[in-house]
DNA sequence: GGGATTTGACCGCG
DNA sequence: CGCGGTCAAATCCC
């Protein structure tokens, strides 16, 4: 598959969006033609689409001043997309959690950490992300009141599938668990309820039942949408107050954020799709276990980390990245520098395979 | 019986 | 040398 050079990713971040638009539009097709709607349905749906086009026009701009730079062609020899630029400095680690996901193997891979709360403290069930993982591995580690509990893709062998993650639950707060991804999923694996939707039960699911969220077929379309509702979610009417406050929220007794996901699961499509969204340390999802309750519960990405080194990247700098963007739109979208800069190494493009996805 | 989990041992890096 | 990550045999569960 094509390496994804900087100019890409955002190229690519730019088709999600405008299909994303696209989208929008339609449903504000929809909620012309019902009867019932509302003014402030209108409102919203107008909003979003204002935010999203917004969104593209600065995409857009930057992914032109960035290829004006030079930014590609630095791609790391080992791995077939680059894990670099913004992430390094910026998107590092929250400093006020735990961190420390400076290890050893699998350095080439992409990690990101997301954080996941359960609404109740004394289940032992891993979250369910909507993928099916094989626990290899289960250790105690220093320092850590809970044990360490490793899983990789249940497709590993079959498939070569390179993706793995480690969960641990908090020893501050039991509703919490702390879960690391890395590597992108590679597989042919849907998410389960995905699976539902489609064909027979996904494979290997020994949690959860799927949720019948989107009914779209191919996981990237999934990726995809869920990126496109945690979009929705912090665009929403009256979302121009979303950003770092959440931290204050206590994770057992936090109140329900002030957005919901609709229709997205917290599967790794939305992990994913709220790592590339949250601004470095600051955002911070949230969701109602009431919209998905086939699912453990909710899910916080507070870093994502793509590579073993710090790279200096071309082009805009991510912080004005988020800048133009939130400005462009008017909500804080400081975080899509992440994604136009770190796409590649989302588990997005995987997953189809090179032929098949849905932004081509 | 097959696949998933458990658990102690082993390995590599800092 | 210690710690974190992985392996693999034993065990469990459907």
């Known amino acids: 598959m094509q390496d994804g050079a900087g100019g890409e990713g955002g ?40 935010c999203t086009l917004g969104k593209a026009v600065a995409v857009a701009k930057a992914v032109e001043a960035a290829s004006g730079g030079s930014s590609r062609g630095t791609d790391r020899s080992d791995s077939p997309r680059s894990v ?5 400095a910026t998107a590092a680690v929250e400093p006020q959690e735990r961190q420390v996901i400076g290890n050893k193997r699998r350095k080439g891979l992409p990690r990101w950490t997301a954080k996941f709360r359960v609404p109740d403290a004394n289940l032992e069930a891993t979250p369910d992300d909507g993928f099916s993982w094989r626990k290899y591995g289960q250790k105690d580690i220093l320092g ?35 879960v690391t991804y890395q590597g992108e999923h590679t597989c042919h694996q849907k998410q389960r309820h995905v699976a539902v939707a489609t064909a027979h039960g996904g494979g290997g699911g020994s949690q959860s039942p799927p949720p019948s969220c989107h009914e779209q077929g191919d996981p990237s379309m999934q990726l995809l949408m869920g990126f496109k509702d945690a979009l929705k979610v912090e665009t929403g009417p009256g979302a121009l107050h979303q950003d770092r406050d959440y931290y204050d929220h206590g994770p057992a007794s936090a109140p329900a954020a002030p957005f919901s996901f609709p229709s997205v699961p917290f599967g790794e499509a939305a992990a994913a799709a709220a790592a590339a969204f949250s601004a470095p340390g600051s955002s911070y999802f949230s969701a109602p276990p009431h919209h998905c309750p086939a699912v453990a519960g909710s899910y916080d990405v507070y870093d994502y980390e793509a590579g073993p080194g710090p790279r200096v990247r071309g082009g805009a700098e991510p912080s004005e990245l ?10 804080d979208y400081s975080s899509l520098y992440h994604h136009a800069g770190l796409d590649p190494h989302l588990p997005f493009a995987p997953f189809g395979g090179p032929s098949h996805g849905p932004f081509q």
Do not use: M, N, W
């Open 144 to 178: 850590a009141k809970f044990p360490r509990g490793y899983y990789r893709c249940t497709y590993r062998t079959a498939q070569g599938c390179p993706a793995t993650k480690q969960v641990q639950r908090s020893d501050a707060d039991l509703c919490v668990f702390d």
């Open 322 to 331: 988020g800048e133009v963007v939130s400005r462009a739109t008017g909500c």
């Open 84 to 88: 670099d630029e913004s992430s390094g």
């Open 11 to 50: 190229i690519q971040l730019l088709l999600t969006i405008l299909a994303d638009g696209e989208e929008q539009a339609r449903q504000l097709g929809e909620l012309a033609d019902d009867p019932r709607s509302r003014a402030e349905h209108y409102r919203g749906a107008a909003r979003r689409l204002q």
